[in-house]
């Protein structure tokens, strides 16, 4: 890295007002005489903890003494060293807290162990336990954080400084456990066998607690979720006079190639903010107000735009810059991706069940094989130029896409737009299955009638779990809840009038003034095979006869409860037999023929129902056993469209 073409902004307290929007290559973070005295801090923190640890080890060596000489009075010592070791063994392996509570157990079980051993309350034991766990835990917090500081000052050079601050730890507490045990020698041994002793048990002492605090510190390899705290104190330490970003909206700069290590990161606001190739973005001081920021894997997400580990489910992606991103099989359920630039981006194959797509940007992105089950878009969602095969629009019970659409072609050249593209001024109306779609018909035709100003367009229908929802363009001038209090109460209204005297809706929509000379001019389209008096369907041969509005409500409630197949069989297989029972339509050609063209009868009459049968009529084809009926249907679709 030349730091030559680098814009450098040490130290520099950026405001709104001096923020640039081009800050491409900048290198931030401290001037070196506060890293100078951060080094230095960090070097009294190893010499405190050294100095704490000498002590200990002076007494312990003192005690081993007496211990060798056959004094079962200093017996405790091994007890406490026992302690120590469970403290600092499950301290490295689970947490702080797990270590403590596991240490203290151990020495009231010690403690009462000795009580029934020699009969008596030895309360030096407890005090000289608390004494050295006490000790033992400040050193194992002061070498970490310590060790912390290191890594995100010097990053790269922190394992050869390790070694050297360890060396220096084994050497202080050698030297104080001396120094201390020599002001009150023992002369119970020779003077030798005294020393090899004290630096013995220094030099185990400080091993012991270096090597805990370096396997908790290893931040770059698989770092302990427990101990990241000792990280944060140290980036919280490390930005001491360094760049700040603090509070500002950060939205649309960009930052591609530059060094924030050591920087005060914490905006307000970063909406599509660019982070590509920044380094040192793991040991800057960030936080998650507004994205996941603090997260490690949407670091290196933001920051190389592709990711090892795929599952981003429940985590909130809001604004983020992932132009050009590899996102293929990456799981995003629940995620909120609201704002998020991902144009040109990899999404193959993606999960985004229940995704949260408002205003996100997908121009040019590959979106074949995404899962959309429940997701979230708008009509600020821009789908320009994607590129996109086909869709899953279900996630099944083991978590794997299905109900592939389009079932048997891809998508032509931008289908999946003008399906998915979301316009301006939308009502959706939520309604559960079971709605009459008839009298929603009947509603847009009122209004559109009544006041053509609204400028009501039927935009789509989509089902959400056990929901209907009906999406409704409006006049942009007027207010969507006006529109959606108006669409509902006529609805309500026209349901309640619909299911009591249907002619009278007729006459009061002008829909149809004489339904059975509209019947009768639907009847010439129906072949040769049938023909309509009044609302009847009549064989030509006059064998046999059915209600038109009762075949036609028949199919209406195939299509609407495609979903369910055994209930979907079973009204076909019921319809079918009432066909042949009556002698209308007796051969799979008649029935199919009768079925496709009460379908495309009752579209025409009902737009609701046309989008219906144009987005479910394809599944509930599939699984219809007469071959001649499912292609009927398929061609009364094809037809529609």
């Known amino acids: 890295m030349n730091s030559q073409f680098y814009k450098k902004y040490y130290g520099k307290k950026f405001s709104q007002a001096s923020?640039?929007?081009?800050?491409?290559?900048?290198?931030?973070?401290?001037?070196?005489?506060?890293?100078?005295?951060?080094?230095?801090?960090?070097?009294?923190?190893?010499?405190?903890?050294?100095?704490?640890?000498?002590?200990?080890?002076?007494?312990?060596?003192?005690?081993?003494?007496?211990?060798?000489?056959?004094?079962n009075k200093f017996l405790f010592i091994i007890y406490t060293i026992v302690v120590l070791s469970i403290w600092l063994i499950e301290t490295s392996r689970v947490s702080l807290t797990s270590g403590l509570w596991k240490a203290i157990v151990s020495a009231l079980i010690i403690f009462i162990a000795s009580f029934v051993r020699f009969k008596k309350?030895?309360?030096?034991?407890?005090?000289?336990?608390?004494?050295?766990?006490?000790?033992?835990?400040?050193?194992?917090?002061?070498?970490?954080?310590?060790?912390?500081?290191?890594?995100?000052?010097?990053?790269?050079?922190?394992?050869?400084?390790?070694?050297?601050?360890?060396?220096?730890?084994?050497?202080?507490?050698?030297i104080v456990a001396h120094f201390v045990a020599k002001s009150s020698e023992e002369r119970v041994l020779s003077f030798n066998d005294f020393t090899v002793i004290k630096?013995?048990?220094?030099?185990?002492?400080?091993?012991?607690?270096?090597?805990?605090?370096?396997?908790?510190?290893?931040?770059?390899?698989?770092?302990?979720?427990?101990?990241?705290?000792?990280?944060s104190w140290a980036i919280a330490l490390s930005t001491w006079g360094s760049t700040c970003f603090y509070n500002l909206d950060l939205s649309g700069v960009d930052f591609t190639e530059a060094i924030v290590a050591n920087t005060d990161f914490r905006g307000n606001k970063f909406y599509r903010t660019c982070l590509i190739n920044v380094k040192g973005l793991d040991r800057a001081r960030v936080d998650n107000r507004y994205l996941d920021?603090?997260?490690?894997?949407?670091?290196?997400?933001?920051?190389?735009?592709?990711?090892?580990?795929?599952?981003?489910?429940?985590?909130?992606?809001?604004?983020?810059?992932?132009?050009?991103?590899?996102?293929?099989?990456?799981?995003?359920?629940?995620?909120?991706?609201?704002?998020?630039?991902?144009?040109?981006?990899?999404?193959?194959?993606?999960?985004?069940?229940?995704?949260?797509?408002?205003?996100?940007?997908?121009?040019?992105?590959?979106?074949?094989?995404?899962?959309i089950q429940d997701w979230s878009v708008n009509s600020q969602t821009r789908f320009d130029n994607v590129k996109c095969d086909y869709i899953y629009r279900k996630i099944d019970d083991r978590g794997k896409p299905c109900d592939r659409y389009p079932l048997d072609r891809n998508f032509e050249p931008r289908e999946f737009e003008s399906l998915y593209q979301e316009v301006g001024n939308v009502v959706e109306l939520v309604f559960k299955e079971g709605m009459?779609?008839?009298?929603?018909?009947?509603?847009?035709?009122?209004?559109?009638?009544?006041?053509?100003?609204?400028?009501?367009?039927?935009?789509?229908?989509?089902?959400?779990?056990?929901?209907?929802?009906?999406?409704?363009?409006?006049?942009?001038?007027?207010?969507?809840?006006e529109v959606e209090k108006r669409l509902n109460g006529s609805y309500t209204q026209l349901q309640q009038l619909l299911a009591a005297k249907e002619q009278q809706i007729n006459r009061l929509l002008g829909i149809v003034e004489n339904q059975t000379e509209a019947i009768k001019e639907i009847s010439k389209r129906f072949g040769n095979n049938f023909w309509?008096?009044?609302?009847?369907i009549t064989n030509l041969s006059g064998s046999g006869q059915i209600e038109y509005h009762e075949a036609a409500d028949q199919l209406r409630k195939?299509?609407?409860?495609?979903?369910?197949?055994?209930?979907?069989?079973?009204?076909?297989?019921?319809?079918?037999?009432?066909?042949?029972?009556?002698?209308?339509?007796?051969?799979?050609?008649?029935?199919?023929?009768?079925?496709?063209?009460?379908?495309?009868?009752?579209?025409?009459?009902?737009?609701?129902?046309?989008?219906?049968?144009?987005?479910?009529?394809?599944?509930?084809?599939?699984?219809?056993?007469?071959?001649a009926i499912a292609t009927a249907i398929r061609e009364a679709i094809a037809s529609l469209g």
């Open 19 to 71: 923020l640039d929007s081009n800050l491409q290559r900048i290198a931030c973070g401290q001037h070196i005489i506060f890293k100078f005295f951060l080094l230095l801090f960090t070097i009294s923190l190893f010499c405190l903890a050294g100095s704490l640890i000498g002590v200990m080890s002076a007494y312990v060596g003192r005690s081993l003494v007496f211990f060798f000489q056959g004094d």
């Open 121 to 174: 309350l030895d309360y030096l034991f407890l005090f000289f336990t608390i004494s050295f766990l006490a000790i033992s835990f400040f050193s194992f917090l002061t070498i970490s954080l310590s060790f912390s500081l290191v890594f995100v000052l010097l990053n790269e050079r922190h394992k050869y400084i390790k070694i050297l601050m360890a060396i220096l730890i084994i050497f202080l507490s050698v």
């Open 199 to 231: 630096i013995f048990t220094g030099i185990i002492f400080s091993l012991a607690i270096v090597k805990a605090s370096s396997e908790v510190t290893s931040f770059n390899n698989k770092p302990k979720p427990s101990f990241l705290f000792l990280k």
């Open 293 to 371: 920021l603090d997260n490690p894997k949407v670091q290196k997400l933001l920051t190389e735009g592709w990711c090892d580990d795929c599952n981003f489910s429940w985590l909130n992606l809001q604004g983020a810059y992932l132009r050009n991103a590899v996102l293929r099989d990456f799981n995003f359920t629940e995620t909120n991706l609201n704002g998020a630039n991902l144009s040109a981006a990899d999404l193959r194959d993606a999960i985004l069940v229940h995704a949260q797509c408002i205003d996100v940007d997908f121009t040019g992105a590959n979106l074949t094989g995404i899962c």
């Open 436 to 481: 009459n779609w008839r009298a929603f018909a009947f509603t847009l035709q009122k209004l559109q009638i009544e006041d053509d100003g609204l400028g009501l367009q039927l935009k789509g229908i989509e089902k959400r779990g056990d929901m209907w929802v009906v999406k409704v363009t409006h006049n942009e001038n007027v207010p969507t809840q």
């Open 532 to 536: 309509i008096t009044g609302s009847t």
């Open 558 to 627: 195939i299509v609407a409860n495609s979903s369910d197949q055994v209930q979907l069989k079973a009204t076909v297989q019921n319809l079918l037999a009432q066909l042949q029972g009556q002698n209308v339509a007796t051969t799979a050609g008649t029935q199919a023929e009768l079925i496709k063209q009460v379908l495309l009868t009752e579209a025409e009459k009902d737009p609701v129902f046309k989008q219906l049968l144009v987005l479910q009529g394809q599944q509930f084809a599939d699984v219809i056993p007469e071959e």
